[in-house]
């Protein structure tokens, strides 16, 4: 993460301009980027102070404002998918990514495991493909390493 320029570079920066000189010719001398002497000009001029900005913290979340409407909804329907649930959010008025209604679930510690549906179980070639991975494929995999075993 950066840092904040000193506040000792700040106060040399501001008297150097206001001692006449350009913000370019501020920015060559103490070789920082003109941007930055403009925006500390700008802040200074309408604040009167020099301290940084405040970095990080919490960051908003449109889908916070619809928690409840989405976890009626997942509570309401087991097989409901993120591509239903933003174009439900589009009737709400807010669009959304279905990306980030997964990571948002994510973020409030739900986690979601995905299921066959009864019908998919009761077909003969899912169960022949489940009976393959669980007896030939998963033995191998943890044996190579690939997988970690039923203890770990």
Known sequence: MTR??????????VRFVEAGHSRHAAARHFEVSVAL?????????????????????????????HRAFLLRRVAETNDLTMPQLAAELIDLGTKVAPASISRWFRRQGYRVQKTLRASEQERSDVRQAREHWRTKRQPRMRQEGIVAGPSG
Do not use: C, F, N
């Open 4 to 13: 904040s320029y000193s506040l000792d570079l700040r106060k040399r920066v």
């Open 37 to 65: 002497v403009v925006r500390l000009m700008t802040a200074y001029q309408t604040t009167g102070s020099l301290a940084p900005k405040p970095e990080g913290g919490w960051r908003y979340s449109k889908l916070d404002r």
